[in-house]
């Protein structure tokens, strides 16, 4: 079966940066996109970017744009969420998601981030 | 790109049918057919409920169904559940960027 499993909690101190991996298992890697998605404490849904897991090549929010940097290793099965730059409101549950067609099939557990001083 | 517009909450009473709306433009919703619909429980990861405007995931409900006219895009839960308490997002794909709705919360009366 399917599965997403990510990386612990972290706590970063703001202007830090933080290293997310999302280990992905069940299907063939290299055939789907991987989203990541957060969600700020009580809020709603945001998307961040995405990247093709064969090519490596990636699209980002235009909002993250210079402060994300999304990551794959083949070998692995795994893909990478780095966010530089951190701030309070970077505090949040990012969760990476396979793509399917144009929607999401499949979600990782998430992985709470917490910036504070 | 700004979010889609959802009510805050919609409220029904068990087995009574309530639609929950997503407003965006023409440059998103009304620009393709690439709409989904996903529930969230509390302290879950999100569902993928519906895809492409209407069409269900292997696995979920019939109860569940989406609609869309020009800007605005539909989730119609009918028969309400217990179970069907939750959030619930719409979302947007286009070659560029997936953007999210604000997120409504579905309680029953």
């Known amino acids: 079966q399917v599965q997403l499993v990510q990386s612990g909690a972290e706590v970063k101190k703001p202007g830090a940066s933080v290293k997310v991996s999302c280990k992905a298992s069940g299907y063939t890697f290299i055939s789907y996109y991987m989203y990541w998605v957060r969600q700020a404490p009580g809020q709603g849904l945001e998307w961040m970017g995405v990247?093709?897991?064969?090519?490596?090549?990636?699209r980002y929010a235009q909002r993250f744009q210079g402060r994300v940097t999304m990551t794959r290793d083949t070998s692995t099965s795994t893909v990478y969420m780095e966010l530089s730059s951190l701030r309070s409101e970077d505090t949040a549950v990012y969760y990476c998601?396979?793509?399917?067609?144009?929607?999401?099939?499949?979600w990782g557990q998430g992985t709470l981030v917490t910036v504070s001083s | 790109q700004s979010a889609l517009t959802q009510p805050a909450s919609v409220s029904g009473s068990p087995g009574q049918s309530i639609t929950i709306s997503c407003t965006g433009t023409s440059s998103d919703v009304g620009g393709n057919n690439y709409v989904s619909w996903y529930q969230q429980h509390p302290g879950k990861a999100p569902k993928l409920m519906i895809y492409?405007?209407?069409n269900r995931p292997s696995g979920v409900s019939n109860r569940f169904s989406g609609s869309k006219s020009g800007n605005t895009a539909s989730l119609t839960i009918s028969g309400l559940q217990a179970e069907d308490e939750a959030d619930y997002y719409c979302?947007?794909?286009?070659?560029?960027?997936?953007?999210f709705g604000t997120g409504t919360k579905v309680t029953f009366l």
């Open positions: 998601a396979r793509a399917y067609t144009t929607a999401i099939d499949y």
């Open positions: 492409d405007v209407s």
């Open positions: 990247i093709n897991a064969s090519g490596g090549n990636t």
């Open positions: 979302s947007s794909y286009t070659s560029s960027s997936t953007t």
